[in-house]
């Protein structure tokens, strides 16, 4: 097997994989890749499982040296990897030999890139996943899939189904929320993504026995993942794979799962708007996002 030697570990690049599934009950959160589109194509493009774990890289990426051949391929991000120095491409495959050293350019677009090596990483597997879970301590094909990489883009549009504390919010409030142009802040990490642009406006009421003062607080509940709490009617955070699975603000609504790749690659000053779908467009859009990932494998498989 192949060993990497890290040279210089970027700005912060983890192991992650598919996440633990499972554990949220216990207050372990799912991890695994923020994009999860993103990996699956590298994977694929290097002769991986779907599962195998990956690098992510954020914003800065890493300086690897090989010590002995294989295939790798670079995905997400527009962050160009070199070899010894000379541009490789990315969405495609590529060969390293014992003694390369692989490094990357600057970033260009997009927050997150993922580099897959064929036959994975071999990390310890903490409760069924490679996931790395920081605060936990767990822890080519010449370009025919062109038409299926994602863009990364400075304004985005991220769909959301709103609930399940949305009646906190005024008529006013509501209409804020999915008409501003949001604008993601230097807060942006595994956990969550806060963004900045207004302030939502809620429903006078009497704090109800076990919630706090503050207008966006509830009795304690349970986050889904891409959850959006709103503390103090100002900022959203969009809540990613590293949150907390419950607490005691109020979520106005939840980015479809198909999205929190879009939320993923987000970098700093992304302009953002929020837009309302209904669970069973919500549920369509799922369905075409599996379709997405098959077209991917089959285009591989030309």
């Known amino acids: 097997m192949t060993a990497i030697e890290v040279r210089k570990p970027g700005l912060s690049t983890t192991v992650q994989d598919r996440g633990r599934s499972g554990y949220y009950h216990l207050g372990i959160p799912p991890s695994g890749a923020l994009d999860m589109y993103s990996p699956e194509v590298a994977n694929a493009l290097v002769g991986n499982t779907p599962d195998a774990a990956v690098l992510e890289i954020v914003y800065m990426g890493p300086e690897l040296r090989f010590t002995g051949p294989a295939v790798v391929a670079v995905t997400g991000a527009e962050i160009a990897p070199r070899v010894n120095g000379e541009a490789r491409p990315q969405w495609e495959s590529f060969a390293v030999a014992e003694g390369d050293v692989l490094d990357f350019d600057y970033l260009k677009a997009g927050a997150r890139a993922y580099l897959a090596v064929s036959g994975g990483l071999d990390t310890r597997v903490d409760?069924?996943?490679?996931?790395?879970?920081?605060?936990?301590?767990?822890?080519?094909?010449?370009?025919?899939?062109?038409?299926?990489?994602?863009?990364?883009?400075?304004?985005?549009?991220?769909?959301?189904?709103?609930?399940?504390?949305?009646?906190?919010?005024?008529?006013?409030?509501?209409?804020?929320?999915?008409?501003?142009?949001?604008t993601l802040t230097p807060v942006a990490?595994?956990?969550?993504?806060?963004?900045?642009?207004?302030?939502?406006?809620?429903?006078?009421?009497?704090?109800?026995?076990?919630a706090g003062q503050d207008p966006?607080?509830?009795?304690?509940?349970?986050?889904?993942?891409?959850?959006?709490?709103?503390?103090?009617?100002?900022e959203p955070i969009v809540l990613h794979r590293d949150a907390v699975s419950g607490g005691g603000y109020m979520m106005v609504a939840t980015v479809i799962s198909g999205d929190l790749d879009v939320v993923a690659q987000s970098a700093p000053r992304t302009r953002t708007r929020f837009v309302e779908v209904d669970l069973e467009t919500a549920l369509g859009l799922r369905a075409e996002r599996k379709d997405r990932i098959a077209r991917m494998y089959a285009a591989l498989g030309d």
Do not use: C
């Open 189 to 210: 990490d595994r956990m969550g993504f806060r963004y900045a642009g207004g302030q939502l406006e809620t429903v006078d009421r009497e704090p109800p026995f076990g």
């Open 216 to 234: 966006s607080n509830i009795v304690d509940s349970p986050y889904p993942i891409g959850s959006i709490q709103v503390p103090g009617g100002v």
């Open 127 to 182: 409760l069924g996943s490679r996931a790395t879970y920081v605060i936990g301590s767990l822890g080519g094909v010449d370009g025919r899939p062109a038409a299926l990489r994602p863009v990364m883009a400075k304004d985005v549009e991220v769909r959301v189904v709103m609930g399940l504390y949305d009646h906190r919010l005024t008529d006013t409030g509501r209409a804020t929320f999915l008409d501003t142009t949001w």
